[in-house]
C-alpha cells in the first residue's frame, strides 16, 4: 500500500523527510524475506521514482544516509543485501539529477575503500555493478589527494585485477568502460607523498559538481556528465 501511495510525489516527499525514512535501513535486513524484499521494493522506489525531490532529500541528508546506506547495506554480510544496494547506488549515482551528490561520494576514501572491496566479490553481478561505481571515483577529474594517492598505491594490484576481469557476455561498451579506466589508472600521479598508515590497500584478488571524464555509455544506459 506503502508503494502505491508514494508513486504520488507528495507522500514520498512526507516520507523521505520523516522519522520513517531511517527504520527503512533496519527493515531491509529483517530475517524474514518477505518482510526486507517489500521494504527494499519500497526503499528503490522512493529513491528512484521522483528525481528532484530525491536530490533535494539527500542534498540535505547527505551524512547519515550514506553512513548507513554504507554500513547497513553495502557492507552487509548478507549476498543479496549487498548485491541489491550496489545495484541502487549506480542508479543514484548515476542519474543527472544527482551529479553533486556523486561528486560528493566520489570524493570520500572510506566510499573508495568499500567499493574497492566490492570488486573483489565473487559474485560477476556485484562486480560489475561496483564497477560502474567505482569508474566514476577514476573518472572524477577533481580527485582530492587522498583519493589519487589510494589508487596509484594500489595501481599495480588494481590493473592486474581489470587485465582479468571479465563478463559472462561479450560487451563492446563495458571493455570500453573498462580500458578507459585502465589508461585513467596507469596514467594517474600521485600527489605529494604515497606512504600513509590511512590508505587502504587493495588485497590480491581471489581463485565503480567535479568535471568528469567522459566514459563510454555503459550498455545499462548509465553515462558519465
Not at 38 to 67: G, P
Amino acid at each position: 500500500m506503502l508503494r502505491e501511495c508514494i508513486r504520488h510525489q507528495v507522500v514520498a516527499r512526507y516520507v523521505l523527510n520523516s522519522e520513517h525514512m531511517k527504520k527503512f535501513f533496519d527493515y531491509m535486513q529483517i530475517p524474514e524475506f518477505d518482510v526486507a524484499a517489500d521494504a527494499t521494493a519500497t526503499f528503490k522506489e522512493l529513491m528512484t521514482r521522483h528525481k528532484s525531490t530525491v536530490a533535494e532529500f539527500l542534498s540535505e541528508n547527505y551524512d547519515w544516509f550514506f553512513v548507513e546506506f554504507n554500513a547497513k547495506l553495502l557492507e552487509s554480510a548478507n549476498y543479496i543485501t549487498r548485491r541489491q544496494a550496489i545495484k541502487l547506488l549506480g542508479d543514484i549515482l548515476l542519474d543527472r539529477s544527482n551529479s553533486a551528490v556523486m561528486t560528493r561520494y566520489v570524493s570520500s576514501k572510506d566510499n573508495l575503500r568499500i567499493l574497492m572491496n566490492l570488486l573483489r566479490e565473487a559474485s560477476k553481478n556485484i562486480q560489475l555493478d561496483a564497477f560502474h561505481v567505482f569508474k566514476l571515483f577514476v573518472a572524477n577529474r577533481n580527485k582530492p589527494t587522498d583519493i589519487v594517492n589510494i589508487i596509484v598505491a594500489n595501481r599495480s594490484k588494481l590493473l592486474r585485477f581489470f587485465a582479468s576481469f571479465r563478463i559472462d557476455k561479450e560487451d563492446e561498451q563495458f571493455e570500453a568502460d573498462k580500458a578507459q579506466v585502465v589508461k585513467e589508472i596507469a596514467e594517474l600521479e600521485a600527489k605529494g607523498p604515497l606512504f600513509s598508515g590511512e590508505l587502504h590497500k587493495f588485497p590480491g584478488t581471489p581463485t565503480a559538481s567535479g568535471e568528469l571524464y567522459k566514459l563510454p555509455t555503459t550498455p545499462l544506459s548509465r553515462q558519465l556528465t
